[in-house]
């Protein structure tokens, strides 16, 4: 099943409440989906679009158009079957600011219910989680693993992993990337792209008509 719109930014018309959020970005049909942290993290605070307005993020967004998971990048990258969301979409201020200038947990709580329905709206085959906190809940929720109080980050960087339904290939903090940890993103990225992802497999033979019927 294909979504049918032609927005870009918010595409589901997520509204949470909070006075200033970062609403997903992309393409409602992506293959894959990019999941970030917050915006007082990852940028797009001034702009409105995830992973944007931040040296981090147009860190990371290059690496992607190296991978031609975007065509472009800039405050309005141009997306290519790739969407951009955070865990926790909402401007962080007033009571969901915490001390150290993350979400408090319950604002992490609250938020959950939005990032899991537009990952699952989206579907796409692959997720990205950047960071270690976003790469945990990934790991937890939509995969088989136990959740852990620690990931491997250095490790688990442009890794693949099988998932409940996708496949997750985490990414650093593109803060924290050294020499060699953008090259190693783009190259796992191209690899993956060169096998058959999306596992889907063609029903259509078992129904009446010619048409493909395509299921994961």
């Not at 409105?48 to 690496?63: C, E, Q």
């Not at 290519?80 to 604002?107: I, K, N, Q």
């Not at 537009?118 to 960071?131: K, Y």
Request: net charge negative.
């Amino acid at each position: 099943m294909k979504n049918v719109t032609d927005r870009v930014s918010n595409p589901f018309g997520m509204t949470p409440d909070c006075e200033r959020f970062v609403p997903g970005y992309g393409d409602a049909n992506a293959d894959f989906h990019v999941a970030g942290d917050h915006p007082g993290v990852h940028g797009g605070v001034e702009t409105g679009v995830p992973f944007t307005g931040s040296d981090a993020g147009d860190r990371l967004l290059g690496a992607l158009v190296r991978a031609g998971l975007l065509d472009a990048a800039g405050h309005e990258p141009d997306v290519a079957s790739t969407f951009l969301s955070y865990l926790h979409m909402c401007v962080a201020e007033g009571d969901r600011l915490g001390e150290d200038g993350d979400p408090t947990p319950a604002s992490y709580d609250d938020m959950e219910r939005f990032f899991d329905a537009e990952l699952r709206a989206i579907a796409a085959h692959v997720l990205l989680p950047v960071g270690a906190r976003t790469t945990r809940h990934v790991l937890a929720n939509y995969t088989a693993r136990i959740a852990d109080t620690e990931v491997d980050m250095d490790a688990l960087h442009g890794t693949e992993i099988r998932g409940s339904g996708w496949l997750v290939v985490p990414i650093k903090d593109p803060a924290e990337w050294v020499d060699g940890d953008a090259d190693r993103l783009v190259a796992g990225l191209d690899t993956l792209q060169s096998t058959d992802y999306r596992r889907e497999s063609d029903l259509g033979r078992f129904i009446a008509g010619s048409d493909p019927y395509l299921v994961r």
